[in-house]
Nanobody, 126 residues
Framework: QGRLKESGGGSVQAGGSLKISCTTS????????RAWFRQAPGKEREGVAI????????IYADSVKGRFTISQDNAKNTLYLQMNSLKPADPAMYYC???????????????????WGQGTQVTVSS
């Protein structure tokens, strides 16, 4: 279990793109599951995307399907979220999370994720 840190947040216009990253101090090759969550002001934290190494699949929230892409580079211990066609509803604090030593829950919910970063802010202007 390692420490996670997000980066790459910023402000873009609606329809623009942004790529955020999450690095960890531990070897992420041993993590079967990593994910991105987000939380907007006044709203609950919601799942955005999950990438599972064991299942070799990705899961996306309906609101971001076709626009966001989750990926990873184990050699760099880095998780990415490529965000395209950003909408005014996308602004939020984005958090990365990881599972260590257990199977991936394969659900867009915080339960089951052991490690969390401090978040990176994403804003969208319209």
């Amino acid at each position: 279990q390692g420490r996670l840190k997000e980066s790459g947040g910023g402000s873009v216009q609606a329809g623009g793109s942004l790529k955020i990253s999450c690095t960890t101090s531990a070897d992420t090759s041993s993590s079967p599951c990593r994910a991105w969550f987000r939380q907007a002001p006044g709203k609950e934290r919601e799942g955005v995307a999950i990438i599972s190494v064991g299942v070799r699949s990705t899961i996306y929230a309906d609101s971001v399907k076709g626009r966001f892409t989750i990926s990873q580079d184990n050699a760099k211990n880095t998780l990415y979220l490529q965000m395209n066609s950003l909408k005014p509803a996308d602004p939020a604090m984005y958090y990365c999370a990881a599972v260590w030593g257990t199977a991936c829950p394969l659900r867009l919910v915080p339960a089951g994720f052991h490690s969390w970063g401090q978040g990176t802010q994403v804003t969208v202007s319209s």
